[in-house]
Structures are given as C-alpha cells and as structure tokens.
C-alpha cells in the first residue's frame, strides 16, 4: 500500500519525508488556499511555483487540481499543471466536463487523478476515462452517516473484476482506522492528513513499554 500525504504545506512534505513512508504527495485548492499567505498577491504563477516547489521535495506523484470547469479550460490547464513536472498528476473532478477532460489528457499521456468521487459508478466512468487513480473520499461520506469505506469495498471489487489498472487513492482520510481499513480492502493508495500519520505510530501500551524498558535500562552499567 502507497502513502502519499493530503497537504500543500512545505514542511508537512518534508517531515513526512523524513519518516520514510512518503510514496506521493495529493492536493487541492482548500488546502493550497490554507498555505497562502498573502492571498490578495496569490497568483496561478504562485500556485504553479508551488506545485513546483512540492515536486522538488517529494519524489513521487504529485496530484495539482484543476480550478476551472469546462472541459476545455481543464484540458489547457491540466496540459500546463503537467508540464511543470514528470511526477505532476492532473486532478479533474468527476463532472460530465471533467470526464472530457480526463479522456482528453490521458489519452495524451497524462496521468489523472479522478477526484470528488461519492459513487461506484463514478469509479467506472473515471476507469473508463483513463484515469491513473480514482479517489473516493471516506470520511466525507461518513460525515452524511453513509459508510464511506463501503464505497471504496466496491470500486476494488468492480476494478478486480475488469482488471482496470486504475488505482483506489483513498482520500478524505480523517482518522488511523480509515487507514487499517482501507489496507484490509486493498487499496492501493491512501492519501493521509499530516496529523494522521503521526497518530499510526501511537499505541499507549508502546508508550507505557518503552518506559518500563527504559527505567529498567539502568541496570546496564556502562563499561
Ligand atoms: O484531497 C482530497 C481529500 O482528501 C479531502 O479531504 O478532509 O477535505 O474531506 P477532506
């Protein structure tokens, strides 16, 4: 299972990369707004600086999103987010436009990251369309009582049936089970908050060991 991490932030990619587990990096326009300082002198050269910036710290794929609508404008903004990087993925959301879009991009050989993706037959078209990964966002879907992990059970089942090559990306992580629970799916790939991932080291009872074992240590005398 691939880990990328769900953030714009600069050092959140650094850390994570420092820990060792970091396959990838996934972003959006919410959470490249969160790293804007100045957001009246923001400009799409900034944001592209940015993508570029995240591309030298991370050393896999890089999802950049789309912030137009039309199929058009996605296929001439995915075309210049991709030509800022190899390892840039072009998030397009799964609207009847943005599944041109995709069609368009990856049949030009850009890599696609189908995003905003509630439902199996979502998954399908974003298949259909070429997309690199799909992600169906869990914890959205369990923010509306609905069993977001439910979905994800699904698009693997569907894709292991057609052998699509498409990747589950799970997305809108919000917790250290939504993890565990998409590994025992199968997903490929889970894209975790900074927050989450500190939170899978922790176990109290590693916590209350490592104690013990340090306390007890001191009988180990040097020489
Ligand atoms: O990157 C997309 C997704 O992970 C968003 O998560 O927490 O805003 O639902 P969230």
């Excluded at 439910?150 to 292991?160: H, M, S």
């Excluded at 916590?207 to 001191?218: E, Y």
Aim: proline letters at 4%; a negative charge; hydrophobic letters at 45%.
């Amino acid at each position: 299972m691939k880990f990328f991490i769900d953030t714009a932030d600069l050092e959140e990619i650094k850390a994570a990369k420092d820990l060792g587990v970091l396959d990838g990096v996934t972003t959006n326009p919410s959470l490249v707004a969160k790293i804007v300082q100045d957001p009246d002198n923001f400009t799409y050269k900034d944001f592209k600086d940015h993508i570029a910036r995240i591309c030298e710290i991370a050393d896999g794929p890089v999802s950049a999103e789309v912030t137009t609508l039309t199929a058009g404008e996605m296929i001439a903004q995915g075309e210049d987010l991709a030509s800022i990087d190899d390892n840039v993925v072009v998030k397009c959301p799964l609207t009847l436009e943005g599944l041109k879009a995709m069609r368009h991009l990856s049949g030009s050989g850009i890599r696609i990251n189908a995003t905003l993706v509630f439902s199996p037959a979502q998954a399908i078209l974003a298949a259909k369309a070429g997309a690199a990964y799909v992600s169906p966002f869990v914890g959205r879907l369990d923010d509306i009582s609905t069993e977001g992990m439910a979905l994800v059970e699904q698009i693997v089942g569907i894709y292991d049936n057609y052998r699509f090559p498409t990747e589950v990306l799970v997305a809108s992580i919000r917790h250290p089970q939504h993890v565990v629970e998409a590994a025992l799916i199968g997903a490929d790939v889970a894209t975790i908050p900074y927050k989450v991932i500190g939170q899978l080291v922790k176990h109290p009872l590693t916590d209350t060991g490592l104690k013990r074992f340090m306390d007890d240590a001191a009988v180990i005398r040097n020489g």
